[in-house]
């Protein structure tokens, strides 16, 4: 089971910004942390963010430079990644995980896409 759902992509312009959320069921995720991942056509899937569980500490791929936030509503078992300053480099399908033990990740959503047009 992928007990992960995305929602929130769209087609922005250069400079823009999309809010994407990530809604978990089935279980509680408290404990996991929770990731962001990236994948373009023709491209290996990238590591975008990470929020750990329990004390929420981030971190972020290089490329982010300050332009994306990952949150999370422990309440509401959903993870959040704010995403601003999009550029079109930025165009793919993002995709919600989660991971029980460090970066081993074990639940993956179905992916919301992203286009940035130039």
């Known amino acids: 089971q992928v007990p992960l759902v995305e929602s929130g992509g769209g087609l922005v312009q250069a400079g823009g910004s999309l809010r994407l959320s990530c809604a978990a069921s089935?279980?509680?995720?408290?404990?996991?942390?929770m990731g962001w991942f990236r994948q373009a056509p023709g491209k290996e899937r990238e590591f975008v963010a990470r929020?750990?569980?329990?004390?929420?500490?981030?971190s972020y791929g290089d490329f982010v430079k300050g332009r994306f936030t990952i949150s999370r509503e422990y309440a509401k078992n959903a993870v959040y990644l704010q995403m601003n300053s999009l550029k079109p480099e930025d165009t793919a399908v993002y995709y919600c995980?989660?991971?029980?033990?460090?970066?081993?990740?074990?639940?993956w959503g179905q992916g919301t896409q992203v286009t940035v047009s130039s």
């Open positions: 929020i750990g569980g329990l004390g929420g500490m981030t």
């Open positions: 995980a989660a991971a029980a033990r460090g970066y081993e990740w074990n639940y």
């Open positions: 089935g279980r509680t995720f408290s404990a996991y942390a």
